[in-house]
């Protein structure tokens, strides 16, 4: 489950959403949400329907962890309609139950476009009531991207709300661990010991108490969730 950590919706953040709602309205939209991706937390300065976040972020069902629209942007998707990422890399079992959980708020399709900025990502999440096909997303894709250009993170004001990111969510040790492992992806127990100081039988520890600290099934799994968001420096 995502730590919740208090924001507050104020006038100026929901200007900045008032405006791009109406955008994407008048692209066939019902809704949208912009999110902000650091190293240990993401913020959401939210216009999904209400209730939404508390069932997926700030719920107990761990849905994110699951989810093919966020797992996308984290394997590095900066482009796409959540119906090619559900068909991509959704199966059975918790990844369709995220997809329905979509749907059950009207979401049958969406669009997402990630930006890179210096110490974060930004992204716009679009909802459709019904599939986006490619003429559409394409004639969609400039104008958002131009739109999410000019926003300014620091311009948002306070967030809807911040949760903690699956990397905040690691003792001071493991996000060594973590960290070295993201910045370093070949490298193996021994070498990751090395460039900490610490033993194998530590590094092994370590990456056990990590993973199942996140809800994972492996460290390459952890390593995945981590990742989003993470820019060195």
Request: charged share 25%; glycine share 10%; proline share 3%.
């Amino acid at each position: 489950m995502a730590e919740y950590l208090p924001g507050g919706n104020i006038p100026n953040s929901r200007r900045v959403i008032a405006a791009l709602t109406r955008w994407a309205e008048g692209v066939g939209a019902f809704a949208i949400a912009l999110q902000a991706y650091r190293a240990r937390s993401t913020s959401v300065w939210d216009g999904f329907p209400a209730g939404f976040w508390e069932g997926y972020s700030l719920g107990q069902q761990d849905m994110d962890r699951v989810c093919a629209v966020a797992n996308a942007m984290r394997i590095g998707w900066t482009s796409y309609a959540w119906q090619e990422a559900w068909g991509a890399l959704a199966g059975s079992g918790s990844p369709l139950e995220a997809r329905r959980y979509f749907e059950s708020y009207g979401m049958r399709d969406g669009l997402t476009f990630v930006i890179s900025r210096a110490r974060s990502r930004i992204g716009l999440y679009m909802a459709f009531a019904e599939p986006v096909d490619d003429a559409r997303r394409a004639a969609i894709e400039k104008r958002a991207f131009a739109r999410l250009l000019r926003v300014q993170e620091e311009d948002l004001g306070p967030p809807s709300f911040t949760f903690a990111t699956n990397l905040g969510r690691l003792s001071e040790a493991e996000q060594r661990l973590m960290i070295r492992q993201i910045l370093e992806p070949e490298a193996d127990d021994h070498q990751l010991g090395t460039g900490l100081g610490i033993s194998l039988r530590t590094v092994q520890a370590t990456k056990s108490r990590a993973f199942k600290r996140l809800n994972c099934r492996s460290w390459a799994e952890a390593v995945m969730l981590c990742r989003m968001g993470w820019r060195a420096g």
